[in-house]
């Protein structure tokens, strides 16, 4: 027998919490188990007032917002919001029920620009990243390659960011920002047998 879905669901009531539709295998939920974030609670406190200013955006949800991203291949950060607005994992993982308002994208202007000042400072050293990973042995001759300049990917993330923003400053009638004109370059080996492989040194 033929059956047709009725929409009158979408328009249904439902009493129901969060952590009973996220999937109890879900990433993060693993996320939730294996790391504590309460530390950066600490490491930020002496910037905060006590008693004086406008409630802060929780940071322990900024870092976890840049774990979303992150951690499931996000594009940018304007995509990101989209996302865990509409995403019932991620506001599980944020804390956020479906009235709470997701922190606007521009917000993580602010905290790149600091990320990039600690940088400078020397307070933060971006030439090695490590990821734990599993090594494929490539089919690739370590002694044919071509070397290419290719910008930092902080550098360029950050472009990417700072591209948005303006949009919606123009959007909301602003002044674009002006834009970094510094560009941070560094060269890599590039296979010519297998460009998708990687030089470990």
């Known amino acids: 027998m033929l059956s047709k879905q009725s929409m009158e669901g979408r328009y249904q009531i439902s009493m129901i919490a969060l952590d009973e539709v996220v999937p109890a295998n879900h990433l993060v939920r693993k996320l939730e188990a294996a790391i504590d974030f309460s ?3 600490d490491l930020v406190e002496d910037l905060y007032c006590l008693d004086n200013g406008r409630p802060s955006i929780d940071p322990v ?13 996000i594009k940018s950060m304007r995509k990101t919001i989209d996302e865990i607005d509409t995403s019932v994992a991620y506001r599980w993982f ?3 029920d479906f009235n709470k308002k997701i922190p606007h994208f521009s917000t993580f202007g602010i905290f790149y620009h600091i990320l990039n000042e600690a940088i400078e400072k020397g307070f933060v050293d971006p030439s090695v990243v490590f990821i734990d990973s599993t090594h494929v ?3 690739a001759n370590k002694r044919k390659f071509i070397k290419e ?3 930092a990917e902080t550098k360029s993330y950050q472009t ?7 949009e919606d400053r123009i959007v909301h009638g602003k002044k674009p920002l002006t834009p ?20 470990l040194c």
């Not at 949800?61 to 291949?73: A, D, H, P, T």
């Not at 990417?160 to 303006?166: A, D, G, H, K, R």
């Not at 970094?180 to 030089?199: F, H, N, R, Y």
Request: proline share 2%.
């Open 39 to 41: 530390f950066i609670y």
């Open 61 to 73: 949800v900024l870092i976890k917002m840049v774990f979303i991203q992150y951690v499931f291949g």
């Open 149 to 151: 300049a290719v910008k």
């Open 180 to 199: 970094q004109t510094k560009a941070e370059i560094k060269e890599i080996k590039v296979s010519t047998t297998d460009p998708e492989s990687g030089l």
């Open 94 to 96: 944020l804390g956020f």
């Open 137 to 139: 042995k490539a089919n």
């Open 160 to 166: 990417q960011l700072e591209e948005e923003i303006n």
